[in-house]
């Protein structure tokens, strides 16, 4: 885990959770078209499906990740970011590994998301793939697109 960093549930509407949403949705839009931007606004993060985590050093954010469940055996990850300056210091690593395991805890048997597949999203896709996700067919209401990947993995196995 990322030395000394905390990560627990948190509130999407916190000053500085908005501020990083912010850079999270301008980079989804600045590499994706409109219509492949998938990330989720204030409100669809504050839904009852959806748990959102975020990861402090010393109470400064550096990242953030949401688990939103799908059915009970189902779960996707959500809104994974990592400030700009906290990159390379595992904090994705460790959201995923926090968001795996709560999904495991939960007693979720599969796990999914989306991600880009332009290259400014290789980095994450590099990291899910070291996890064991592999791209899929679309999921949920996602489509077949260009600009566009979904993987999965199993967790009960």
Known sequence: MVEEGVISLDDPRADDVVALLERHLAFANHHSPPEDVHALDLDGLAAPDISFYSCRVDGRLVGIG???????????????????????????????????????????????????????????????????????????????????????????D
């Not at 796990?111 to 400014?120: D, N, R, V």
């Not at 070291?130 to 566009?148: A, K, L, M």
């Open 66 to 156: 949401a688990l939103r469940m799908l059915d009970p055996h189902h779960a996707e990850l959500k809104s994974m970011h990592t400030a700009e300056e906290a990159r390379g210091r595992g904090v994705a690593r460790a959201m995923v590994e926090h968001l795996l395991a709560e999904a495991r805890r939960r007693g979720v048997r599969r796990a999914s998301l989306e991600t880009g597949t332009p290259a400014a999203f290789a980095p994450a896709r590099a990291l899910y793939a070291s996890f064991g996700f592999e791209p899929c067919e679309p999921f949920g209401s996602y489509v077949v697109s260009p600009f566009s990947v979904c993987m999965t993995r199993r967790l009960d």
